[in-house]
């Protein structure tokens, strides 16, 4: 019972006319409910494959179709109801507090000169309880540690409510333990239906969570399919110029690379 | 149940913050009020209300000379402070102020080239001024199109200082041969700013453009917490970047231009006072925006007051907005957090 959210159509994409293109005839499909993780070394394009499926680039050739209708006839707001993105980092130089932050998430329910209401604290703080950080709610977000930002910036995606949740690198700062509970979550979330697409450098937590792989390379889709079935040694030695091993532990599979 | 309980905090927080803020416009209508009636005439000091109903002088003064002074002194503060905060939030630096795209070196051009060339009536000025911050506003525009380096607020940045570097070696060529008798002292109070010459007829001109302005940056309070995000995070949340960030520019410049060509340049207020309200009442704008308007009026207001009263001559109000804007920024910057928000 796979339901398509999201498809990319022969998609090929660059930033110049003068240059190169950046990714080319991408060709894949999000499944709704599933989580898909991005794999690919430095520069092989996730960015942008992300910031294509949000509507901020422009394919130059090919069409990019969620839940069927093209992209490019939703409203902005349409689709930051429906997309939300985790950034990796996100610089902050002025001091707000964790909710009023998470608040912004609402933006897109809201209308725009309106302003955030009970109801919209509420959903923050749910937001906030899922990632385990509604204690901090009214600290600063500049005197939090590095991991404690990052549950942030997911609680924010999380107040947006929304149906595709894309994140960058979402494990990067943080802790086992944190880790651990992120991928509870991503669980949970997927039984609620979201859909979740990842860019990770962590073979691990793909395994944990991720349903389907999409290995990207120079710009180019190297595979795409179910985990179990796609990804193998020779594969993940190519991506990462790198001989990978692949360990069957007990039915976990284990990767290892030093 | 807990939950219930901490969103009744957060009801009172914010409810907390709100009250400021309107205690805050209370006290600019009292200072106000007060104002009105303090001055040098007949002695320095408040006047009595007797010697005011009986001295026709006296009511001419008052409702002629000193009560659209006062309101453009409330509109040139809610103007810097508002535009100083809103490009500080959009351009992601505490160190942008209101007039740097251009702006303020531009009408500083216009108004010594207008003084050394054309004789200078206030009116001539005033023209001169306005024209010239367009002039440097658009350049900048232009410029940043143009460059090919760093992202498009990088851009602004740098052609700003290019423009304003440029017209500041034309005013000081100008100011090199302004005749040092009469044009050089009139170059200089004009660029130290002041209030002095606020007739109704100069405040009515330029209302249009400040209340617009103001308004619109008023109506996106919230809103500009989301545009000072980084570009593809205010994307992802609903927000069109480029063309509401330009449209928020742009009706911050506009007033800003408008009131430096009646007031000359009044510095450190558009750069200090957004500081001050983040300080008391957070970064967010929803809160932060109002306070710095009447924060800025306030600031304005009151040294404004001491610019007409204090010395039998005027001292020039961008000195004492720069002297006591240093102090009170130093003193609130180095108290312990005094925080409205709790």
């Given at each position: 019972m796979n339901t398509p959210i999201l498809d990319f159509n022969d998609v090929t994409f660059g930033y110049s006319r003068h240059s190169a293109a950046v990714v080319k005839d991408l060709e894949f499909t999000f499944q709704r409910g599933k989580m898909t993780a991005i794999l690919g070394s430095n520069g092989a394009g996730k960015t942008t494959?992300?910031?294509?499926?949000?509507?901020?680039?422009?394919?130059?050739?090919?069409?990019?179709?969620?839940?069927?209708?093209?992209?490019?006839?939703?409203?902005?707001r349409e689709v930051g109801q429906r997309i939300a993105l985790v950034p990796q980092i996100e610089q902050m130089i002025y001091e707000y507090s964790v909710l009023d932050f998470i608040l912004m998430g609402r933006a897109p329910h809201l209308p725009t000169l309106g302003q955030p209401g009970d109801s919209d604290v509420q959903d923050a703080f749910q937001a906030l309880r899922r990632v385990g950080i509604e204690k901090l709610w009214d600290q600063r977000v500049s005197a939090l540690s590095g991991g404690e930002r990052q549950l942030v910036l997911i609680g924010r995606a999380l107040t947006q409510n929304p149906q595709i949740l894309f994140l960058d690198e979402p494990t990067a700062h943080l802790d086992l333990h944190n880790s651990a509970n992120l991928v509870q979550l991503f669980r949970q979330l997927k039984r609620e239906g979201v859909t979740l697409v990842i860019t990770s450098h962590d073979p691990q937590i793909v395994y944990a969570v991720a349903d389907d792989v999409l290995l990207l390379k120079g710009g180019r889709v190297l595979a795409?399919?179910?985990?179990?079935?796609?990804?193998?040694?020779?594969?993940?030695?190519?991506?990462?110029?790198l001989p990978i091993h692949i360990h069957d532990l007990d039915g976990k599979k284990v990767v290892q690379w030093l | 149940m807990e939950l219930e309980e901490t969103i009744q905090v957060v009801?009172?927080?914010?409810?907390?913050?709100?009250?400021w803020i309107w205690a805050l416009g209370l006290g600019l209508i009292a200072l106000l009020w007060v104002s009105l009636f303090f001055g040098r005439y007949?002695?320095?000091?408040?006047?009595?209300?007797?010697?005011?109903?009986?001295?026709?002088l006296a009511q001419r003064l008052v409702l002629n000379l000193r009560l659209p002074r006062l309101l453009t002194a409330i509109i040139l503060g809610m103007t810097l402070s508002a535009a100083g905060m809103v490009f500080q939030m959009l351009f992601n630096n505490p160190l942008v102020e209101p007039g740097f795209l251009g702006v303020s070196q531009g009408a500083a051009f216009g108004a010594a080239f207008c003084i050394v060339f054309l004789g200078?009536?206030?009116?001539?000025?005033?023209?001169?001024?306005?024209?010239?911050?367009?002039?440097?506003?658009?350049?900048?525009?232009?410029?940043?199109?143009?460059?090919?380096?760093?992202?498009?607020?990088?851009?602004?940045?740098?052609?700003?200082?290019?423009?304003?570097?440029?017209?500041?070696?034309?005013?000081?060529?100008?100011?090199?041969?302004?005749?040092?008798?009469?044009?050089?002292?009139?170059?200089?109070?004009?660029?130290?700013?002041?209030?002095?010459?606020?007739?109704?007829?100069?405040?009515?001109?330029?209302?249009p453009f400040t209340l617009i302005g103001l308004f619109v940056l008023?109506?996106?309070?919230?809103?500009?917490?989301?545009?000072?995000?980084?570009?593809?995070?205010?994307?992802?949340?609903?927000?069109?970047?480029?063309?509401?960030?330009?449209?928020?520019?742009?009706?911050?410049?506009?007033?800003?231009?408008?009131m430096?060509?009646?007031?000359?340049?009044?510095?450190?207020?558009?750069?200090?006072?957004?500081?001050?309200?983040?300080?008391?009442?957070?970064?967010?704008?929803?809160?932060?925006?109002?306070?710095?308007?009447?924060?800025?009026?306030?600031?304005?207001?009151?040294?404004?007051?001491?610019?007409?009263?204090?010395l039998a001559g005027e001292i020039p109000l961008g000195i004492l907005t720069s002297l006591l804007g240093a102090i009170v920024f130093l003193v609130l910057m180095m108290a312990r957090p005094i925080k409205v928000k709790a």
């Open positions: 494959l992300l910031h294509l499926a949000l509507g901020i680039l422009t394919p130059w050739k090919g069409n990019i179709r969620l839940e069927g209708k093209d992209l490019g006839s939703f409203t902005r795409f399919g179910p985990i179990e079935s796609t990804l193998n040694e020779a594969l993940l030695s190519e991506l990462y110029r | 009801r009172t927080r914010t409810n907390h913050r709100y009250t007949p002695e320095p000091g408040f006047i009595h209300l007797e010697r005011l109903s009986s001295d026709d200078g009536s206030a009116l001539l000025i005033q023209s001169f001024s306005a024209i010239f911050a367009f002039v440097g506003l658009g350049a900048s525009a232009f410029l940043a199109h143009r460059l090919h380096y760093g992202g498009w607020i990088l851009r602004l940045v740098l052609a700003g200082i290019a423009v304003s570097a440029f017209f500041s070696a034309g005013l000081g060529l100008l100011k090199y041969i302004a005749d040092p008798l009469r044009q050089l002292p009139e170059i200089t109070f004009w660029l130290l700013g002041s209030l002095a010459s606020i007739t109704w007829v100069k405040l009515i001109s330029v209302l008023f109506l996106y309070r919230w809103r500009i917490n989301i545009l000072s995000l980084s570009e593809d995070i205010a994307f992802s949340l609903g927000a069109n970047p480029g063309r509401e960030r330009t449209m928020l520019m742009v009706a911050a410049v506009l007033p800003t231009a408008a430096i060509s009646v007031a000359g340049m009044v510095g450190w207020v558009g750069l200090i006072t957004p500081h001050i309200a983040r300080r008391l009442f957070g970064s967010d704008t929803r809160f932060s925006l109002p306070a710095t308007m009447l924060i800025g009026a306030f600031f304005t207001v009151l040294c404004d007051d001491i610019s007409r009263t204090l």
